[in-house]
């Protein structure tokens, strides 16, 4: 598969894995190593895979029947094995109090063709503030 093609693809799964909270398939997507990091909206770093498993974990369980998607995907690919992946990220959710929230932002991602399979090796999250207008 094209580089660019199998990167989309990545970021599909990637959105469908979370939307159902499959922490052991997101575990697949991920570079299993402690270099991985995760750089969350709210300012926190997860380094390693596990740290972020932990995170997430504690994020799904507050988030009732999220949904999840990545728009304007844009992949800058390298050697072929390696690409800068620019994003929007769009997350809805039932809150504590029942209604639906809205999260949303740029995300970037690090990605490489590790063996055959393409892995997210870091990515990093921000948030667009409430009110705020989208400029994308």
Do not use: N
Not at 11 to 17: E, F, H, I, K
Not at 90 to 101: H, I, Y
């Amino acid at each position: 598969m094209e580089p660019r093609a199998a990167i989309h693809a990545l970021l599909d799964r990637y959105a469908a894995l979370l939307s159902a909270k499959d922490l052991a398939a997101l575990g697949t997507l991920h570079w299993q190593d402690e270099g991985f990091t995760h750089t969350w909206s709210s300012g926190g770093i997860d380094r390693g895979w596990s740290a972020y498993a932990r995170r997430l974990e504690a994020e799904f369980r507050r988030m009732k029947e999220p949904v999840f998607r990545f728009d304007d995907v844009d992949a800058a690919v390298f050697d072929g094995r390696f690409a800068a992946v620019t994003a929007w990220w769009r997350c809805e959710f039932g809150g504590e109090a029942g209604a639906r929230v809205l999260r949303e932002g740029p995300v970037t991602f690090a990605v490489a063709l590790i063996g055959t399979t393409w892995r997210i090796v870091a990515d990093h999250y921000a948030a667009k503030p409430a009110g705020a207008k989208e400029s994308r």
